[in-house]
């Protein structure tokens, strides 16, 4: 019949006239959306930095110590902590994207500019929007910050500075929360300034931060382990003397570097050896051990007994053709 619609019938049953059905239904798609939202941004930064630092360190170790095959890197890689791995995974997501950050606010500082240019004669009075230029000064100021948190940890072994970190992760969650309690017309708002720029720029931003934290991860800096120590107990060798009780308690400062710690699992303690830098599975005595200082990577002479001698190497011993193999120190 002319001048009547039929109501339009909802995969629940419910009608789509002025029935309050349809609106609880969308009331509670709205909160389940507000959920899941709120689940992805809890979420996806701690799986991010884990398996980023995963394959980080799975570089380190392949590039730079003595394993057969990118497997046994990979198993190295995959006895460290959690804790280990997201850490070096969110300094590896810092580095990449205080480069994307820094590029993003010059591309989108230039295309401000040139849209100016060419929008001169245009008033958009009428329209209420943020002024487009806060979007790369925003993005400046987040690079910055990038900078300070990626710089200020200096040369801990993975540890970045817990106050940086917490301040990145307030301003994260403090984003997404101005976000959501918006209304529809703030957010409105917000889109219309960042409609200024073309989609295709936002595209670009995004793809480039992809590729800086890849990057980031494929080509990290030297590892960073930790130190192991043993303290010297009753019935080890010294020195070709067997220790006594009264011996141990007066070697209560003599400690065995044992190499860079990377786990303890199912009874035993896995390092990077300090003697051949190579995987090994130490058995946990019951000695006390102690993590401490920074493991690093020497080259070492070769003695004429064919010991290493603990002299490093120089170019000159590299060019007269002398032997030196790869043994492992640590920086107090």
């Known amino acids: 019949m002319d001048g009547l619609t039929e109501p339009t019938q909802t995969p629940g049953g419910a009608t789509g006239d002025n029935g309050s059905s349809g609106g609880d239904s969308g009331s509670r798609d709205a909160w389940w959306q507000r959920l899941v939202e709120f689940a992805a941004v809890i979420a996806v930064p701690p799986a991010l930095f884990y398996v980023l630092g995963l394959v980080a360190l799975w570089v380190q170790l392949s590039s730079e110590y003595s394993f057969p095959g990118y497997d046994s890197a990979w198993f190295a890689a995959s006895l460290v902590t959690r804790a280990t791995a997201a850490s070096l995974g969110a300094e590896i997501v810092f580095r990449g994207l205080f480069v994307a950050s820094a590029a993003a606010a010059v591309l989108l500082l230039g295309a401000y500019i040139v849209l100016k240019l060419l929008r001169r004669g245009q008033s958009y009075s009428g329209v209420p929007r943020i002024p487009p230029l806060i ?14 948190a ?182 107090p």
């Open 135 to 148: 979007i790369p000064l925003s993005v400046g100021s987040l690079s910055l910050l990038l900078f300070i």
């Open 150 to 331: 990626i710089s200020a940890d200096g040369r801990a072994p993975l540890v970045p500075t817990f106050r940086i970190l917490g301040g990145l992760a307030l301003l994260y969650f403090f984003l997404f929360f101005f976000y959501w309690i918006l209304g529809g017309e703030s957010r409105a708002f917000l889109k219309r300034g960042l409609n200024f720029y073309p989609g295709w720029l936002y595209s670009t931003i995004a793809m480039l931060s992809v590729l800086c934290m890849g990057a980031s991860a494929l080509f990290p800096e030297e590892p960073r382990l930790l130190c192991l120590y043993r303290e010297t107990v009753e019935g080890d060798v010294v020195a070709g003397e067997v220790v006594s009780v009264q011996r141990a308690e007066e070697l209560t400062d003599y400690r065995t570097l044992e190499g860079g710690f990377l786990g303890h699992s199912a009874g035993y303690w896995y390092v990077i050896g300090a003697n051949n830098l190579d995987l090994q599975a130490i058995p946990d005595d019951g000695a006390t051990r102690i993590l401490k200082g920074e493991f690093y990577v020497a080259h070492t002479k070769i003695g004429p007994d064919g010991k290493p001698t603990g002299q490093p190497v120089t170019e000159e011993m590299t060019r007269s053709g002398e032997t030196y193999t790869l043994s492992g120190g640590c920086n």
